[in-house]
């Protein structure tokens, strides 16, 4: 993003590519960066266009760069292109960075739950539980104090189990609890690899509750700005699908994308496959009509993603304010639980202590 803000900035004032190159590739810090900046001006140097170098670097420079400033160079644009690929670039991340900042919250929270809810069942639940013995014996318990045992016991267990099988001709015992997470990781990893994996979970984000709209408001966004910034680029409409639906970061966005490419393709109108998908809402899918009708599609799609990232913001910050009580209730009944069905005996034994007065 830096480089591309930099490189659009030098050629802007004048500099020659090759030139402007080198003047960053001095000051360049990250070594995989820089060794793609030399590769490049050593392509550059020998003939090859700059297109043409970025392309040898897909892990760095992806298609929808290298077909941008490849229309750049062909309309003898490349500043302009450069200067809209960094501000692409910038509210890209931008955007992505506000999501992730509302989802590292209830994460954080979760996995702190999550450490407190295991040391309280494998150590302190126990104790407790030794307290009951001596002091009610056989006197049964109330239901959720019970409740609250049986799952403190099953979590111990499977941390430590009494008797821990080992492996054959060796005193090593065999952890049954990390084989059982390595293998659902393991699992999880090769159902998402799989076509119908994908399929499922790309929904499956797309339905999620809270989560759901803020996803999909982000992929209409970048669908948008993507489609946008390469049309108003040079780049011909089904090309700039193409790479639209390789960058959409969604397959189900990504299937809906193909749809519209082929109608286009047909000679038809991108709003029957828009509407038919069910994805973009009636607003989207008018103005692209609008843009379409009036030959400023390129306008409408910038003025589409624009709205979708003031929308990103306003969901960012409602999910945020409505994810910080939930969490923090959602921890107190945990906990609060967990101390209530400890406490619920100790009433019993208090009353035994005092001979049955309150």
Not at 127 to 154: C, H, W, Y
Not at 323 to 345: C, D, H, K, S, Y
Request: aromatic fraction near 6%.
């Amino acid at each position: 993003m830096v480089f591309t803000r930099q490189l659009a900035t030098l050629i802007d004032a004048g500099l020659p590519l090759l030139r402007s190159l080198k003047t960053l590739l001095k000051q360049e810090k990250n070594v995989a960066l820089k060794n793609a900046m030399l590769s490049l001006s050593d392509s550059v140097e020998s003939g090859s266009t700059f297109s043409e170098g970025l392309a040898q670097h897909p892990g760095i420079f992806n298609k929808l760069y290298v077909n941008m400033v490849k229309a750049g160079e062909l309309g003898g644009v490349l500043e302009i292109v450069l200067t809209r690929l960094a501000e692409f670039q910038e509210k890209s991340q931008k955007i992505r960075g506000k999501v992730i900042s509302a989802m590292v919250y209830p994460i954080v929270v979760l996995v702190i739950a999550v450490g407190i809810l295991t040391f309280l069942l494998l150590f302190i639940v126990p104790r407790f539980e030794a307290i009951f013995k001596d002091m009610l014996g056989d006197k049964e318990l109330p239901i959720l104090t019970q409740i609250v045992i049986n799952v403190s016991r099953t979590v111990q267990y499977l941390v430590w189990p009494p008797s821990v099988p080992t492996f054959p001709g060796s005193a090593l015992p065999i952890p049954y609890l990390p084989i059982f997470i390595v293998a659902l990781v393991v699992m999880w990893k090769i159902f998402s690899a799989t076509p119908a994996g994908v399929i499922i979970l790309d929904r499956l984000k797309l339905r999620m509750p809270l989560f759901g709209d803020l996803i999909s408001k982000t992929s209409i966004a970048r669908f948008a700005r993507t489609l946008g910034t390469l049309v108003s680029s040079g780049v011909p409409i089904l090309q700039a699908l193409n790479i639209t639906k390789e960058t959409s970061g969604n397959f189900i966005i990504s299937d809906a994308i193909a749809k519209i490419h082929d109608s286009v393709k047909e000679g038809e109108s991108m709003v029957g496959p828009l509407e038919a998908s069910g994805l973009f809402p009636p607003m989207v899918v008018s103005m692209i009509q609008v843009g379409e009708e009036t030959g400023q599609l390129p306008d409408m799609l910038t003025k589409v993603a624009d709205v979708y990232e003031e929308e990103v913001d306003v969901t960012v910050a409602g999910l945020t304010s409505l994810l910080e009580p939930i969490m923090i209730v959602f921890l107190a009944v945990v906990v609060g639980t967990i101390v209530v069905a400890l406490f619920l005996p100790l009433i019993s034994i208090i009353t035994q202590l005092t001979g049955g007065v309150s």
